[in-house]
């Protein structure tokens, strides 16, 4: 019999990568997922279950229903900006939601979890990568909220025995190869696909958060990282805890580090299109540069990032193409 899988938040942009991968690799991926930043037409690898992670009820009868062998948990308030402005939010979901899920999980006696955290939770990091080891000091209430779910977890392995895998994400980026599914928020925060916007004249230019940071060009760094690399490190993370691997911290990036400045450049040579910048203040709870030192999964989970910024953007920006044809491209003009 397939393995079933609970995925929650598994019809966003990372989770819809993840039900992929997970059905390719043999499972069942279940979505439970409110949708409320989610897509109904992102579950095309399983059933969808409509509900929401602090909602104890349709947990529950969702556990009895479909008794999955483990969770891949991505539900949550992801946007640092929003994180900011309405942190009540941000913990209910993330923090609340989760001490909600463990708790049906116990329930029912699914004891194993891989867990969306992120590096966010590192803040302001002088050394060029980041090794797990890394004190975990977040500078805003996003990460806050998943350094808090990760002590949570790792207490709830050492009382009950439910282990987890804490993935925590660098930025992901791209798209599916054959574009069934990608990066699409309303409003859209993410780097990526607003210079994909500037590039398709949907955007008159791209506002540069802070050209100030003490970085080669000034601004902000990160280590992006294919979406379908990072959705097939959770099955990697899963193969590990069903066979009986006890809990772990890792990292999941590429290790080379890009500057806002470096994708527009990378964008504008690929797409063959001019993407205007101006100078706007930096972006409150940004840290400077936030790259990986990603060892450990290859390590411990024996998973390998395989496609470079390059590969990202002309995947994302095929996928972008796509979605704002459909999507009737006047709605951004305004
Ligand atoms: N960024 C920017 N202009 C934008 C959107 C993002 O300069 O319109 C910067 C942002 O401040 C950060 C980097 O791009 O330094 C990556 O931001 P994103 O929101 O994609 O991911 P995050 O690192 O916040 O998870």
Not at 11 to 32: D, M, N, Q, R, T
Not at 116 to 124: F, K, L, R, W
Not at 144 to 154: C, D, F, G
């Amino acid at each position: 019999m397939m393995m079933r899988v609970l995925v929650t938040g598994g019809a966003g942009y990372i989770g819809s990568h993840c039900c992929k991968a997970l059905a390719s690799a043999g499972f069942e991926p279940v979505v439970y997922d409110n949708l409320s930043t989610g897509h109904r037409h992102f579950c095309k690898w399983g059933p969808l279950v409509p509900g929401d992670i602090r909602d104890a009820d349709t947990l529950s009868r969702t556990f009895e229903a479909m008794r999955p062998v483990a969770v891949i948990h991505l539900a949550a308030q992801s946007i640092v900006t929003r994180s900011n402005e309405d942190p009540q939010e941000t913990f209910d979901v993330n923090v609340a939601g989760t001490l909600n899920l463990l708790d049906v999980m116990k329930r029912y006696g699914t004891d194993r979890i891989v867990f969306s955290s992120t590096c966010a939770i590192y803040g302001n990091v002088e050394s060029q990568t980041i090794d797990e080891a890394c004190r975990n000091n977040p500078i805003n209430p996003y990460g806050s909220s998943k350094a808090m779910v990760e002590a949570i977890l790792e207490s709830y392995e050492a009382a009950y025995g439910l282990r987890s895998v804490r993935l925590r994400y660098f930025n992901a980026a791209g798209a599916d190869e054959k574009a069934a599914v990608g990066e699409w928020h309303e409003p859209e925060t993410h780097l990526i696909p607003i210079v994909l916007d500037v590039a398709m004249g949907l955007r008159p230019a791209l506002q540069i958060n802070g050209n100030d940071y003490d970085t080669a060009d000034g601004t902000a760094i990160r280590d992006y990282i294919h979406v379908e690399d990072l959705a097939s490190a959770h099955v990697s993370a899963l193969t590990y805890l069903l066979e009986g691997a006890p809990g772990a911290t890792v990292n999941v990036g590429t290790g080379a580090g890009h500057s806002v400045s470096e994708i527009v450049q990378v964008v504008s040579r690929l797409t063959r299109r001019p993407v205007p910048t101006l100078h706007g203040p930096r972006r409150p709870g940004d840290p400077p540069r936030l790259v990986a030192n990603a060892r450990r999964a290859g390590q411990l989970l024996h998973w390998q990032p395989r496609k470079d910024i390059d590969a990202m953007i002309r995947d994302a920006w095929r996928w972008h193409q796509d979605l704002r044809k459909a999507d009737g491209v006047q709605s951004l003009t305004a």
